[in-house]
């Protein structure tokens, strides 16, 4: 155990509010504008005459990256400060989508929209995702849940408006204003304050690592501080790459179960006002659809927030249980062929979908504990990016051999129900050993260190 005053302790609340403030702007910027991007996906297709898969690679590298890169996030954070790194992500999230306006080829998409504003997103909210699980202990799950119900307020009302910027003002325009939209980050990032703010309540210790992270980087001086400093990101992103959180028996298995959530995680947001339209339903409505999948997403999310905690029915098996729905209601989408029974279909998806979410957030954080959150966070985003780069064009390449879409969504729907199964798989398999020997599985004290199991208390553990 760590000395208390040698690490600040989380105020569960005060300026904390302000940082989830940062974190619901961050997140709308983020993954309620590429859960969005479906209704350009005929759009692009159609420009650069692309199939299927060649169009899905957008979404893919986009999302790819930016997982793949927030170990990078969270070792810039913690060297330089999370403010200005979420900052700069803001910066680079904007530059990648106007650039894209101008694009003339395919690669020209994967190189703005893929790979610049991937590099933005994995500034911006895998370090705005650590620095709100450091703020929060007790109240985590609710945090979690404000925070990423920003994604669901702009999934709600950007696809329609995506559909009106493209028809009033062409690809490039809509582009050019989505990159606009991007630099609300960089307000988000000035909201942050970094923990050590909190040490005292006489502010003697205000801000002081920051403060030494800011004399060592952001001033322009000798060659010696650049060295310095890049030492000191360089000794700071492997010491956040604590591989040794993915020899817990426990996160392994959360991580497999990511991984397979992860290889359909965007498709149905992707396909499903393409599949609307190749059912002949007109624009709007069928951009709607993506709407309706985000107030029902939201609904989830303030739902699983507000969910108090149980032993008997901890945040890991809600998060089981609502990955096991989410992949039934996604395999028996196919025989959605109204916009009615499309709705009806959008309505169980975004439920179970925004259940998800923030329950698979506050597990990592029971899992591994505050101190190692962003490394677990960054490492677990990374291996997510490996399942994100193959899962949408696979799901197009289904497409563009059977020209349907029915199979795209089996094969999200059969990954979240196997993911969802593998939590309920370890507790039975805990299940087995002499428990009638030990202390009861909800006792803080049969958690040894941080790596025991998902058969800890659904309290949240402060390391």
């Not at 699980?133 to 669901?152: E, V």
């Not at 960054?378 to 064009?393: D, H, T, V």
């Not at 507790?427 to 998902?454: I, Y």
């Amino acid at each position: 155990m760590a000395n208390p005053e040698s690490r600040p302790q989380p105020p569960d609340g005060g300026w904390g509010w302000m940082v989830v403030l940062a974190g619901f702007i961050v997140s709308g910027c983020t993954a309620g504008i590429f859960r969005s991007l479906g209704v350009f996906f005929l759009t692009f297709s159609q420009q650069f005459h692309a199939s299927s898969a060649e169009t899905a690679w957008i979404t893919s590298i986009l999302m790819s990256v930016m997982f793949f890169l927030s170990p990078v996030g969270t070792a810039l954070g913690s060297t330089i400060g999370f403010r200005p790194t979420i900052m700069l992500g803001g910066v680079l999230s904007a530059a990648g989508y106007i650039i894209s306006g101008f694009a003339t080829r395919m690669f020209h998409l994967y190189l703005g929209i893929g790979c610049i504003t991937g590099l933005g997103y994995a500034f911006t909210l895998s370090p705005v995702m650590a620095i709100v699980g450091q703020y929060f202990t007790k109240r985590r799950a609710i945090a979690n849940s404000l925070t990423m119900l920003g994604s669901s307020v702009t999934s709600m009302s950007f696809p329609p408006l995506f559909q009106y910027l493209m028809d009033e003002y062409g690809l490039k325009g809509a582009l050019l204003i989505i990159g606009g939209m991007m630099l609300n980050m960089v307000v988000a990032g000035a909201l942050i304050r970094p923990l050590e703010a909190y040490t005292d309540k006489n502010g003697s210790k205000k801000q002081r690592n920051s403060e030494m992270n800011a004399d060592a980087v952001l001033e322009t001086g000798t060659t010696k501080k650049c060295s310095a400093a890049a030492t000191n990101f360089l000794k700071t992103f492997w010491a956040q790459m604590d591989f040794k959180v993915i020899l817990m028996p426990a996160v392994a298995l959360f991580l497999t179960s990511l991984f397979l959530v992860s290889l359909g995680v965007i498709v149905p947001a992707l396909y499903i006002v393409p599949r609307a339209k190749q059912l002949q339903i007109e624009d709007y409505a069928a951009a709607s659809l993506l709407s309706v999948i985000a107030i029902a997403d939201m609904v989830g999310r303030l739902a699983v927030g507000a969910i108090p905690d149980n032993s008997r029915f901890s945040r890991f098996d809600q998060y089981g249980l609502s990955l096991c729905l989410l992949g039934v209601s996604n395999l028996l989408s196919p025989l959605a062929k109204t916009y009615p029974a499309l709705v009806a279909y959008a309505i169980a998806h975004g439920a179970f979908y925004g259940a998800f979410i923030p329950t698979s957030l506050t597990c990592v954080a029971e899992l591994v504990g505050p101190k190692r959150l962003p490394s677990a966070i960054g490492i677990l985003m990374s291996i997510q990016g490996f399942a994100s780069l193959a899962g949408p064009p696979f799901a197009g390449w289904l497409f563009d051999e059977t020209q349907s879409y029915d199979a795209t969504f089996l094969q999200a729907g059969a990954g979240f129900l196997l993911a969802g199964l593998l939590p309920f798989l370890l507790r039975l398999r805990k299940k087995r050993p002499a428990d009638t020997t030990e202390e009861p599985a909800d006792s803080p004290q049969t958690v040894k260190g941080e790596n025991e199991t998902l058969l800890v208390s659904a309290r949240e553990t402060a390391v």
